[in-house]
């Protein structure tokens, strides 16, 4: 376990001051992935994800639902008769895909792939306005409306979405067409949203704040930086331009909602630096957390970081499911209140928990904390990765934490629950955002600064920094995620010298360290332990304890009373039907014989998996009352647990992560 952390106190509670310089994600075409549990995602985004959300959106794939985005763009550019198809947020599932894209091209030359991003860019310039506005839902179907409804519009959120794909093309390829594009678009949002009429309007759906920070860092354009800080302490300000824009006689009614706008919904209730406790619309939130970080940082902003730390203590503490996901209601796919975390009808959405990662990805970057690596890591490995299904073709949107199939029925409070990975969906968010976590899964496994290099992730692959001008590479093997033993080997040819900071997780228990012959003495700060790298080689080698436990939650959570969880390391584990037959709600586990653990070779290519003994609860033998007096009939029995995030690969069945136990 790493030591307790030395940290300020002011108050009674830590102050966790941000870093003078921050690290950055080490860039992908410096990073190679090649791991035995990761590559059945990663070999599959070039292959299997990239072409066939390709043809989702060109509506070349029959089976999966109509999507249109291609169309919508060919309509608006004058190359298509036809009318606006899908949501009003259509736009930013290209946007998606061509991040993706990018970070493909980084690490991987695929000049056809590339052909067809550069054909999809020109289209995009193509379906712009001469103004720099691009949006195909207003373009088409309500021209000359262009922001009138920024609560539902999102014509803000698809341009920040497609600022972070011009960001990445440019980056990995050199090439500017799509970053002018969306210079005009971010040049025309700064003069309009400098305007009177809008100078207290902020987006509905943040986003574009993310975008216009990331344009800031390739163009220096310090009004973008701007712009999206004024977007952000605009939010919940009087006037509040968001609870009254409908007043405005040229307002345009785009979802035809007949719910009353709740200003909580989108974090507009009041001002974002007063906000004590996530609310609203799950991805919304943890998007907007995105920019607040960035910008605390830019800013040198402490008020910012102050409640960008009070509400990540919020979510991981008191709104965050076990495999972090977020969004417990299905309704509005918001959070609720504290401890209010539903197993069956729970949203925890994809994104949401894609959001959660790339907010806690920033706050790691300026702290140097791996509290917040420990955050990001259990979002990605269990709800993110439960997202996609093995075949790289088939998404969860909803994350629940039980499901009984039968019960999730349309027209019901369970119906936004799905037991089978869908093809496609009409409100798409999620797949490409899928695509494009994987693509860069290398920006999460290290951070790079000035002759520093940070290990947060452990996974098999082999990256190069530069220590002192010097090329320095890195080769990680590991038994991860399912045991805790990894080797590192530094190649230094030239004697330079640098430091790794390697991670030391929290679940790690009597970890060892040895570079070479040498014991290291762990004394990880903020859960980083250093080492220096000064010869021509070093053999790194950690090793620790990580066995499968059981994991109780907060007797305010009154979901999981009586109930115990699995984790090992950073997975969570759960009940399947195919491993168990139907009712594993009848199981319960009997915590004091001790977990089994077996590695199964045969089952998804590798997977641990783990064994519980109990006792299952009988149904009644004749059918009859639906309520006795008579006691049900136990008797003993084992469960068979795999990880979550494997669920659903193979036939349609019940899932259970809670699982009873009265021992
Ligand atoms: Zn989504």
New binding site residues.
């Given amino acids: 376990m790493p030591e307790k952390e030395v940290v300020n106190y002011e108050e009674g509670r830590p102050v966790f001051v941000m870093n003078e310089t921050r690290t950055f994600p080490i860039r992908l075409s410096k990073i190679r992935i090649d791991d035995r549990f990761f590559n059945r995602y990663t070999k599959l985004v070039t292959k299997e994800i990239i072409p066939y959300q390709w043809k989702v959106l060109n509506d070349l794939e029959p089976e999966a639902e109509k999507s249109r985005c291609i169309a919508n763009y060919r309509i608006a550019a004058g190359e298509e008769e036809g009318e606006f198809y899908g949501f009003v947020f259509q736009d930013s599932d290209l946007a998606k895909w061509l991040e993706a894209v990018a970070y493909s091209l980084s690490y991987e030359d695929n000049p056809e792939l590339k052909k067809t991003a550069d054909e999809a860019i020109a289209l995009v310039e193509r379906a712009q306005q001469k103004d720099g506005y691009l949006n195909t839902y207003f373009t088409v179907k309500e021209p000359g409306k262009q922001f009138t409804n920024l609560r539902e519009g999102h014509e803000l959120y698809c341009a920040g979405h497609m600022m972070e794909a011009a960001v990445a093309y440019y980056e990995v390829t050199g090439e500017d067409k799509l970053l002018k594009i969306m210079e005009k678009m971010a040049d025309l949002i700064v003069k309009t949203f400098h305007e009177d009429k809008y100078k207290t309007a902020a987006p509905g759906h943040q986003e574009i704040e993310i975008g216009l920070v990331k344009m800031y860092r390739v163009t220096k354009k310090k009004e973008y930086l701007d712009m999206a800080k004024a977007f952000i302490d605009r939010r919940g300000t009087e006037p509040n331009y968001l609870v009254h824009e409908h007043e405005d006689p040229g307002w345009t009614d785009v979802f035809h909602n007949p719910d009353p706008f709740f200003p909580d919904y989108s974090q507009c209730d009041e001002p974002v630096r007063q906000q004590k406790t996530a609310r609203g619309h799950a991805?919304r939130e943890v998007y907007m957390l995105c920019a607040m970080a960035d910008l605390a940082f830019y800013y040198r902003d402490e008020e910012l970081f102050d409640a960008c730390e009070t509400l990540y203590d919020d979510i991981v503490n008191r709104q965050m499911y076990l495999t972090g996901g977020i969004g417990s209601s299905g309704l509005y796919e918001r959070f609720t209140v504290d401890y209010d975390l539903p197993n069956d009808r729970n949203y925890s959405?994809?994104?949401a928990s894609i959001g959660l990662a790339l907010f806690c990805r920033r706050m790691a970057e300026i702290t140097g904390d791996t509290k917040y690596i420990e955050t990001m890591e259990t979002a990605l490995y269990n709800t993110v990765l439960s997202g996609i299904g093995l075949d790289g073709k088939s998404f969860f949107?909803v994350n629940p934490m039980e499901v009984e199939p039968s019960h999730c029925l349309p027209h019901s409070s369970l119906q936004h629950v799905k037991s089978v990975r869908q093809k496609w969906f009409g409100c798409a968010?999620?797949p490409p955002?899928i695509a494009r976590t994987l693509a860069s899964l290398g920006e999460y496994v290290c951070f790079t600064k000035e002759n520093e290099v940070y290990l947060n992730l452990f996974l098999g692959c082999s990256f190069s920094v530069e220590f002192e001008g010097k090329k320095v590479d890195f080769t990680v093997e590991t038994d991860m995620p399912y045991r805790g033993r990894t080797r590192i080997h530094v190649n230094n040819p030239e004697n330079a010298n640098g430091t790794l900071f390697l991670r030391i997780p929290s679940y790690a228990k009597k970890a060892e360290l040895t570079d070479g012959e040498n014991v290291v003495t762990l004394n990880p700060q903020k859960g980083y332990q250093k080492i220096e790298i000064k010869e021509k080689e070093h053999d790194l080698s950690l090793q620790f304890k990580m066995p499968a436990e059981y994991i109780y939650a907060d007797p305010n959570v009154s979901a999981n009373v009586g109930r115990v969880a699995v984790k090992k390391g950073p997975l969570v584990y759960c009940m399947e039907e195919a491993d168990n037959g139907t009712g594993l709600s009848r199981f319960f586990v009997d915590t004091r014989i001790s977990i089994v653990e077996d590695y199964d070779e045969d089952l998804f290519g590798g997977t641990m998996v783990i064994t519980l003994a109990g006792e299952k609860l009988m149904p009644y033998e004749e059918e009859g009352s639906l309520y006795r007096t008579e006691m049900p009939r136990r008797k003993n029995a084992e469960a068979r647990l795999i990880p979550y995030c494997l669920w659903g690969n193979r036939r349609t069945g019940e899932m259970l992560v809670w699982i009873r136990t009265n021992f």
């Fill in positions: 991805v959405e994809t994104c949107y968010c999620c955002n």
